[in-house]
């Protein structure tokens, strides 16, 4: 079955320090790739979407991601995060060729705890 | 503030009981979402709305279940004869789209705990 994986499930990290949060599909074919973010006590918010073009994007808040479509990998990375990046991740795909809804099959995500 | 807006907030049920829950999405967006999320996983789909009509539901979606979207504006979602395993929080997303994916809003969830 099309899955969406998320490796890291929890991760700790000191303010300033490299961010990289894997994130694996097992679909073929064309994809639209997303990261949402949760803060505590927040709802979903979109960090960055893929959908064609350079495979490297740039999100919100400093972060980005890149589309490797022989590993079908899209990675979310911050060179240095802040405290107010702990939140929880969620990786998101949709496969328009084979699903005409629209709708995103999610990671089953990964807390991000940034301490100062 | 999100602009999917979801009520009520929380609720807290007896098992058996039926529950009704409201999702007003952005305005003028004509695709509608509901997920559900439990702990530790991310959302799973549920039903989605193309302005009024129910296009789509997730075999997740038992026939205790049930979605409407009256005149393409705002959603309920209705679980009868709830059960402890429909403790959950309940999404709902909109997004503006014709023949491609675009970006989904998500409200803030209604978090439902069935005891």
């Known amino acids: 079955a099309q899955s969406v994986s998320q490796h890291n499930h929890h991760v700790i990290l000191s303010e300033a320090a490299s961010l990289e949060l894997g994130c694996n599909y097992s679909?073929?074919?064309?994809?639209?790739l997303f990261w949402y973010v949760q803060y505590p006590g927040q709802h979903l918010q979109l960090l960055l979407k893929?959908?064609?073009?350079?495979?490297l994007v740039k999100g919100i808040k400093g972060f980005e991601a890149e589309f490797i479509k022989s590993k079908f990998s899209f990675n979310l990375r911050k060179p240095s995060v802040q405290w107010s990046d702990t939140a929880e991740y969620f990786c998101?795909?949709?496969?328009?060729?084979?699903?005409?809804?629209?709708?995103?099959?999610f990671g089953s995500g990964t807390r991000l705890l940034v301490r100062p | 503030d999100t602009g999917v807006s979801q009520n009520p907030r929380h609720k807290i049920t007896k098992r058996g009981q039926n529950v009704t829950f409201r999702c007003d999405p952005i305005?003028?967006?004509?695709?509608l979402y509901w997920y559900r999320q439990t702990l530790g996983q991310g959302p799973e789909f549920l039903t989605y709305?193309?302005?009024?009509?129910?296009?789509?539901k997730s075999r997740l979606l038992s026939d205790r279940f049930s979605a409407e979207r009256p005149k393409g504006s705002f959603s309920t979602l209705e679980i009868q004869r709830t059960e402890q395993g429909d403790s959950a929080m309940y999404l709902c997303?909109?997004?503006?789209?014709?023949?491609?994916?675009?970006?989904?809003?998500f409200g803030q969830g209604t978090r439902l705990t069935v005891v």
């Open positions: 998101a795909v949709n496969a328009p060729w084979m699903d005409s809804s629209y709708k995103l099959i």
């Open positions: 709305f193309q302005n009024e009509a129910q296009l789509e």
């Open positions: 893929y959908f064609s073009g350079d495979p």
């Open positions: 679909y073929g074919g064309t994809v639209n």
């Open positions: 305005s003028e967006h004509n695709r």
């Open positions: 997303a909109s997004s503006l789209g014709r023949d491609r994916v675009t970006e989904a809003f």
